[in-house]
């Protein structure tokens, strides 16, 4: 049962553009919601994280979006850049456990 | 040690055999988690270990894992009679407490080839 699931398995922008990559969630009990960044051959990079009584948190070019009543949350990245060519993965905790359920990952292309 | 330090890097057994993989935390961390990442697909949770308190395994996918913690400090995942389905990168975090926001830090993993 795939309580955290990323569908879009690779999506590719234009530098410059606006990512965003989306995620939808079964359980809504979960409480926090994170993003986390993969390069090859590296562990995951914790990105940004947004509480179930929020509906948007923004750093820098990063902002999250939830949607409680959709069970979804969207992470989106403007501008984007080369660099942030990665495997991004959505994950999900309950209050009071560190265990996060992780989506199956979108790989981004950015483009020059 | 400034980050989560994972040994060994890459391992290639034989069938069969069993593997230990080794997981140091960030010092002062008190909560430890395996996960796994398979070829071509997410991260998988297979253990969580917090404190004192009894670990979480519901996320082993079999009797021939295993995983131990010393205190706050290292852990030990341990598979027997690896399989060809055993293969993956093999993940380790820590965080600094356990509950809802806190960030878990990965170590780069450990790469098992079953052959």
């Known amino acids: 049962d795939q309580q955290v699931k990323q569908n879009s398995p690779s999506l590719s922008v234009q530098e410059g553009r606006i990512s965003i990559l989306n995620c939808d969630y079964t359980?809504?009990?979960?409480?926090?919601f994170l993003w986390y960044k993969k390069y090859p051959a590296e562990g995951p990079t914790f990105l940004i994280s947004?509480?179930?009584?929020?509906d948007k948190n923004e750093d820098g070019r990063f902002t999250v979006f939830l949607n409680k009543s959709a069970k979804h949350l969207s992470l989106h990245i403007v501008p984007s850049q080369p660099g942030d060519s990665a495997v991004y993965f959505c994950?999900?905790?309950?209050?009071?456990?560190?265990?996060?359920?992780f989506g199956q990952g979108t790989t981004l292309q950015v483009k020059p | 040690g400034a980050g989560v330090s994972q040994s060994p890097s890459n391992k290639v057994t034989e069938k069969g055999k069993d593997v230990e993989l080794r997981c140091d935390p960030i010092?002062?961390?008190?909560?430890l988690y395996w996960y796994r990442q398979r070829l071509g697909q997410g991260l998988e949770f297979l253990i969580y270990f917090q404190g004192n308190s009894a670990p979480d395994k519901s996320g082993l996918p079999s009797d021939r894992f295993s995983a131990e913690r010393t205190g706050e400090s290292v852990s030990t995942l341990t598979i027997q009679r690896t399989q060809q389905e055993d293969s993956a990168v093999y993940l380790c975090a820590s965080s600094l407490v356990t509950g809802s926001g806190n960030t878990i830090y990965f170590g780069e993993g450990s790469w098992l080839t079953v052959v």
């Open positions: 994950a999900a905790s309950f209050l009071n456990t560190g265990k996060l359920i």
């Open positions: 359980n809504s009990m979960f409480d926090y």
């Open positions: 947004i509480s179930s009584i929020k």
């Open positions: 010092s002062g961390h008190t909560a």
